[in-house]
């Protein structure tokens, strides 16, 4: 993420804010150039500060408080890049709904936002209904009989489960699972990696390449889903894997990858935009150290991002523990997982060879 800030008066901005709390101007987001705008009305519409010759208005969101992303006044869409793959959104009546909906939404833009900046394909369903992508966010129907909702991904169909977007829910299912790390913005970023696995890998003609690296996708999903919540995943499964669920399948190590690649791209942007320098006070070769130097959308190679992304957990997760509080990074990347991330990275970038005919 980058870092943003007011152009009246200059105060540093969350992504998500509304309104400047320093100058109270309207904010809004305008992703074609990837800035937060402080707004000034004119009439119906809005001019932005960050280019005052343009012209623009609020997602149809925005009145939900669930949007802060900006249209081109002249354009016909009323729902931003964002929003416009919505499907399914649950009864907005209910005010339980309407909180957890706010919250999926932030989480929705933040995954946005990185997928705009690696310039990945973004078609809705309702552009191409065969390899769009949409999604639903359910919340369970309140009947004892009814299957509880659950997220998933089903060809470019992303189903959210609305009760995640509630803590002590969320936390429920994370104890209850065995997870180190469960958060909407993670639901997000594993479930688009399925999407993008169709994408990039079956449609792009890279299925031998990918099998390669993270095994046969061939084998029976379900019997190995099964397997796996049966038996567990192997012993020493870190020396090969981001995290136990990884182990279940090919397809879900892949997803599973992805999420944990996205994490760190986004998370070392905005390490970088801080300006965040780690030197610790100590002697030897072997302690971690680096200046954050690095913009991840721009780098060539995996190498540079993991050898700033390291350095930095290590003190994070330090800062953490001072506090109390869990690890901000739980997890282990084994020169196995760091060759899988490379692979990502290089698909994400076009850097893999096209397939011969």
Same mark, same amino acid.
């Given at each position: 993420?980058?870092? /943003? ?10 992504? %998500?804010?509304?309104?400047? %709390? ?14 937060? #705008? ?25 009145? /939900? ?71 639903? /966010? ?30 002590? @829910?969320? %936390? ?18 594993? %479930? ?50 981001? #995290? ?7 397809? @879900? ?20 935009? /801080? ?24 780098? #060539? ?57």
């Amino acid at each position: 993420m980058m870092l /943003f800030k007011c152009q009246s008066c200059e105060q540093v901005l969350y992504f %998500e804010n509304l309104v400047c %709390e320093k100058c109270s101007h309207r904010l809004g987001y305008l992703p074609k150039v990837f800035t937060m #705008s402080a707004l000034e009305p004119v009439g119906n519409l809005w001019r932005t500060l960050a280019n005052p010759e343009r012209t623009v208005k609020f997602c149809d969101n925005a009145r /939900f408080g669930s949007c802060n992303w900006l249209i081109d006044a002249n354009e016909t869409e009323i729902c931003c890049v964002a929003c416009r793959h919505n499907r399914t959104i649950p009864d907005l009546t209910d005010t339980v709904n309407l909180t957890r909906w706010r919250r999926v939404e932030m989480a929705k833009h933040r995954l946005f936002y990185t997928l705009m900046r690696l310039n990945l394909p973004l078609r809705s369903k309702v552009d191409d209904p065969e390899h769009g992508l949409a999604f639903d /966010f359910l919340a369970d129907n309140t009947s004892p009989t009814t299957p509880r909702v659950l997220t998933g991904h089903d060809n470019g169909l992303i189903t959210i489960a609305l009760r995640e977007a509630d803590d002590a @829910e969320r %936390e429920r299912w994370r104890v209850q699972m065995g997870e180190p790390y469960r958060s909407l913005l993670g639901h997000f970023r594993h %479930e688009i990696g399925h999407y993008f696995w169709d994408v990039l890998v079956r449609d792009g003609g890279h299925i031998e390449e990918c099998r390669a690296v993270f095994g046969d996708d061939s084998q029976d999903y379900s019997s190995a889903l099964d397997a796996y919540y049966k038996g567990g995943a192997p012993v020493n499964w870190q020396a090969n894997f981001i #995290s136990a669920y990884a182990t279940s399948h090919p397809w @879900e190590d892949w997803a599973e990858t992805w999420a944990h690649y996205m994490h760190i791209v986004d998370t070392v942007e905005i390490a970088h935009a /801080f300006g965040i320098r780690v030197r610790p006070d100590l002697a030897g070769n072997d302690v971690p150290a680096t200046d954050m130097n690095i913009n991840p959308y721009q780098t #060539s190679t995996m190498k540079e991002i993991i050898d700033a992304w390291l350095p930095l957990t290590f003190a994070v997760n330090s800062l953490n523990r001072a506090m109390g509080i869990a690890d901000l990074y739980p997890f282990v990347l084994s020169p196995l997982v760091i060759s899988k991330l490379d692979f990502i990275h290089h698909l994400v970038h076009a850097e893999l060879a096209p397939p011969e005919n």
